[in-house]
């Protein structure tokens, strides 16, 4: 989990316009884009799932609403991108590992 949501940060602070387009504009598409695009993001949602299950199911973490775990989660690290700012207290590593430490002290056993 710490490694996901450090590559997502990292993604997100390294791409900010792009991703604030991917983030808020999304509910714009037309069709067949807008269903492709909720498959993607399905998808990806689904793997930060597994992540959640292979965490319980090795211990790690205890057992929880899976969706909302997950979408507790993107949202949190999804909103660096409305505050982020590169000349900031902290860079992408840092926040990072602060909001990981955050989710996993709910997610942990």
């Not at 993001?41 to 090795?58: A, L, V």
């Not at 989660?73 to 430490?101: Q, R």
């Amino acid at each position: 989990m710490r490694l996901a949501i450090k590559l997502h940060i990292e993604t997100i602070t390294l791409n900010q316009n792009k991703s604030a387009v991917f983030l808020q504009e999304w509910r714009n598409l037309s069709e067949p884009n807008l269903s492709k695009f909720k498959m993607l993001r399905d998808q990806y949602e689904n793997q930060f799932t597994i992540i959640i299950i292979d965490g319980e199911n090795e211990d790690i973490f205890d057992f929880v609403d899976k969706k909302f775990a997950v979408l507790s989660i993107l949202s949190t690290i999804n909103f660096v991108n409305e505050w982020y700012n590169p000349e900031g207290k902290m860079n992408a590593a840092e926040i990072a590992e602060k909001l990981s430490n955050f989710i996993l002290g709910g997610l942990r056993k």
